[in-house]
């Protein structure tokens, strides 16, 4: 599974009400963007140091990569000797696109941990007992709403498609952002015509609330993406939300994400 990484529009983006329920792409790393304009890749992000993972969360996830448990996956947080492992996983132009329209084929170990020295947190998500990662995917901030994450980059190893893993690790970035990172909102977009992506998002709980308008490409070439979000009062009976275990540590990292903004 590719997941389009696109952002999401912030709050006044031109976007469209209740988007229809139609199969599309798994999601892309655009942030869910604004008016339509042409997003980038972490836009508007020129740091190149990710904000440290909040520590005393429970043990659930620490600074140091201790995994996260849910079954037999686990999720840590990104290491760049798996950098070339992720890039295979991309099997063609098309895959890439769907993944992110602005990186430029091919995809490799450098391009991928170039996505995870932007502001916000990489995952990777690993079987219990497995040598090597099952899949990989972000969460990162909205510029506007610190308390918004939006979901990026999701890639699953081919062999794993079509098991559920696609939607395991989105569940994991998804408890990640509420219960260690004080999310209220998580968001995510995604082609209209990626059907094993849809069905991913909404397995996960997600819900499309919209839609919104990228141009990518050296023509500008205008896309419709529907636009799915979770909210934290949806999953709080779901999800381990730690807001009882003490206060929450990612306050002391957003401000340095406004300060290189």
Known sequence: ??????????????????????????????????????MTDRQG????????????????????????????????????????TVASWVRDADELFNLTPTTPPPLTARKVI????????????????????????????????????????????PAERGRGTGSALVQKLANTGFSALAAERISLIVFPDNE???RCYVRAG?????QEYHQFGPWRRRYRMLRFELDRPRVADRLAVADAQGPRPIRQSLPQWRDSR
């Open 45 to 84: 992000a020129d740091s190149n140091q990710r904000a440290p993972m909040p520590c005393g969360m429970g043990g659930r996830l620490g600074p140091t990569g201790t995994g996260m448990t849910n079954g037999d996956l686990l999720l840590r947080r990104f290491e760049p000797r798996f950098a070339r």
């Open 206 to 210: 997600f819900e499309p609330r919209g």
């Open 196 to 198: 094993a992506a849809v």
């Open 1 to 38: 599974m590719t997941a389009r990484s696109a952002k999401p529009a912030d709050s006044g983006a031109r976007t469209t009400a209740q988007a229809p329920r139609e199969a599309g792409r798994c999601g892309a790393n655009l942030c869910p963007g604004g008016s339509g304009a042409v």
């Open 114 to 157: 170039e996505w995870s020295r932007a502001p916000g947190w990489a995952f990777l998500l690993h079987k219990r007992g497995a040598d090597g990662p099952s899949g990989y995917g972000e969460l990162n901030p909205m510029r506007r709403n610190e308390e918004h994450l939006w979901i990026g980059h999701v890639v699953v190893d």
